[in-house]
């Protein structure tokens, strides 16, 4: 399977997972109806179809991502959902949006922008540049999980791992910390500033698509931790997070997790 096959299948498979915390924060939004808006780094779009939902027939979404593969996705699932006249797909670099200063009413962006181990104020600027005056740029990142119940020392230890803190790195800013973005809005010259927590929840008993949605989260949230675990704490990861195990943590009858998303929103000055 390619890295983009890869980038597809777990798209799909977390959207279970994740779909009813971004309605949640569309919704908080409140998007104009008829209103044009930009989803930043969108992947294969699946928030778009939400984001055109807000909006109604009248408004138009446009996603804007840099790989064309992952857009050729886009297109599709949103040809099959008849949506196509509503949404749009633009390849491009959230580092040099190629549109005129003011095109969109709002940006949205969703583990992209301030989401990279890049520096994040000229992305949130460069958003900012794209919405006409008094239109919201809004960022949301994943921002913290529990996701293995009763084993909370584990949890941490994997969670102080590089995996566990990344995009972040040991090496950078406290300030380009994506929960420090309040900040980049300041200094983007954003006004009314604000931040809303969104939390998504799984417990038992599991369907299976929040099963597969959990088994792959493991896999992606902690890779490689091998090294940075003791041999006890990585014999507890092997018992507890592969599905192989006879104490796969899913199977446990009373499992319950949880996860945040983080919301940062602002307004462009004017
Ligand atoms: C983690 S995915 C998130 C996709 C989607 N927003 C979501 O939440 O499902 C990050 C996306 O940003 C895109 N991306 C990464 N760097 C980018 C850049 N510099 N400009 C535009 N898109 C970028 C990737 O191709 C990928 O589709």
Known sequence: ?????????????????????????IQALQFPVGSRGLDAGCGIGLQALSLAAAVGPAGHITGLDL????????????KQAGLSERISF?????????????TFDWAWSVDCVGYAPIEP???VKELARVVK???????LAWSSEKLLPGHPLLEARLSAT?????????????????????????DAGLEERQTRTFAGDA????????????????????????????????????????????????????????????????????
């Open 67 to 78: 790989s064309p593969e992952i857009l050729d996705y886009a297109k599709e699932m949103v």
């Open 90 to 102: 633009r390849e491009g670099d959230v580092n040099e949006l190629p549109f005129d200063d003011g």
């Open 203 to 270: 417990y038992a008993p599991l369907t299976d698509d929040i099963r597969s949605a959990l088994t792959a989260l493991f896999q992606m949230r902690w890779p490689g931790v091998e090294s940075e675990l003791t041999l006890g704490d990585w014999g507890e990861y092997q018992r507890l997070c592969l599905p192989e195990s006879p104490d796969f943590i899913l199977d446990h009858p009373d499992y319950y997790a949880f996860f945040t998303y983080s919301m940062f929103h602002g307004k462009v000055a004017g």
């Open 121 to 123: 104020l000229p992305l």
């Open 1 to 25: 399977m390619t890295d983009i096959d890869n980038f597809v299948q777990n798209a799909y498979v977390f959207n279970c997972l994740r779909e009813s915390v971004f309605r949640s924060a």
């Open 133 to 139: 005056p008094g239109g919201i740029v809004a960022i």
């Open 162 to 186: 590089s995996a566990g803190i990344a995009p972040f790195d040991k090496g950078m800013r406290p300030e380009s910390h994506f929960t420090r973005a309040l900040g980049w809005f300041r």
